[in-house]
């Protein structure tokens, strides 16, 4: 299958600064992203959908001032958290796909902890 | 609201033992039907899917059918071995919806 790549896969951050983690489609242009969160034990939430060139659609109750994601490009989205603190430390996966009613294929996954 | 249930984990089995990880969807309209499968260190892969009622997704011995009238999509291997040692997804996306909805994970031990 089609590769997506996420960087970084761990992140140690300090509170109050900003985290940037990158996903990119490596073999096929990405029209629309998919950001999710998980908790321990809990299941992958989604936060957010991107579609290239415009603003990304958030799920209800997350903050878009707080969780910037640009889709600037076919390959690449990225998801910074501003101002972060100890209750963002989570696991962020990415997804993208090419086309509508395509199969969806995942990031690695990164590990935010915030200290 | 949508939501997927799963067996929480982990399960731990002994090679060549039967699997069953049981999966359970609350969905409004007419949802297609994934697992998916994490091995350590990389990404979310799809291992089967279902698309309509009665449906059976199999792949690399693996199976799940799509049973409307209970809202489950049981995941089944006759034989497991070291290699399935994996997080499994249950997960669903709804008519009229682009993003999966998924369920918790359950984590596999395959102990030789």
């Known amino acids: 299958g089609a590769v997506v790549s996420q960087h970084p896969s761990r992140v140690i951050c300090k509170s109050g600064t900003s985290v940037k983690i990158e996903c990119r489609s490596l073999d096929f242009q990405a029209t629309t992203m998919f950001w999710y969160r998980q908790f321990p034990k809990q299941s992958l939430m989604l936060m957010a959908t991107?579609?290239?060139?415009?603003?990304?659609?958030?799920e209800q109750g997350v903050e878009k001032d707080k969780f910037l994601i640009n889709h600037a490009s076919l390959t690449l989205s990225t998801l910074t958290v501003t101002s972060a603190h100890p209750e963002d430390s989570s696991f962020y996966i990415c997804?993208?796909?090419?086309?509508?009613?395509?199969?969806?294929?995942f990031g690695q996954g990164t590990r935010l902890t915030v200290v | 609201g949508d939501s997927v249930t799963q067996m929480e984990g982990p399960v731990t089995l002994s090679e060549e033992a039967f699997l069953t990880i049981n999966c359970t969807y609350t969905a409004t309209g007419y949802p297609s039907l994934f697992w998916y499968v994490q091995y350590p260190g990389e990404g979310l892969q799809l291992l089967l899917k279902a698309t309509k009622a009665d449906d059976k997704g199999s792949n690399k011995g693996f199976e799940a059918t799509y049973r409307k009238e209970t809202t489950s999509f049981h995941l089944e291997k006759g034989s497991v071995q070291v290699s399935d040692s994996a997080v499994y997804f249950c997960?669903?996306?709804?008519?009229?919806?682009?993003?999966?909805?998924f369920g918790s994970g359950t984590r596999l031990q395959v102990q030789p």
């Open positions: 991107s579609n290239e060139g415009s603003k990304a659609t958030y």
């Open positions: 997960a669903f996306v709804d008519t009229g919806r682009r993003a999966l909805t």
């Open positions: 997804s993208a796909r090419a086309e509508a009613d395509t199969e969806a294929f």
